[in-house]
């Protein structure tokens, strides 16, 4: 039986692996495109000149972070999908 946030999706068949790395992958490239997102900002907000593009970067890095639970949400759903589909489907209907 496949089921959502189990460990044992990294352990599984070399589909199951791949996808999970892609997704792991995925995941780190938006995070530390977040924390460049609030550096920069950062940085930017010592300068008068600069704190309209700094208020940016700081919207972008908080839709970055907020993306960060879709993905984990997306790579799992995708995960459980490719265990036991008749069983999926009977525990969501």
Avoid at 46 to 57: D, I
Wanted: charged letters at 25%.
């Amino acid at each position: 039986m496949s089921r959502l946030f189990e460990t044992e999706h990294r352990r599984g068949g070399p589909e199951k692996r791949r996808l999970y790395a892609a997704f792991e992958l995925a995941y780190t490239v938006v995070d530390f495109a977040a924390a460049l997102c609030f550096v920069i900002g950062s940085v930017f907000f010592f300068s008068e000149a600069l704190m309209t593009a700094g208020t940016w970067l700081f919207l972008v890095g908080s839709l970055c972070f907020a993306l960060k639970p879709a993905i984990r949400l997306w790579r799992e759903i995708k995960l459980a999908a490719m265990g036991d589909a008749e069983d999926l489907a009977e525990r969501y209907r």
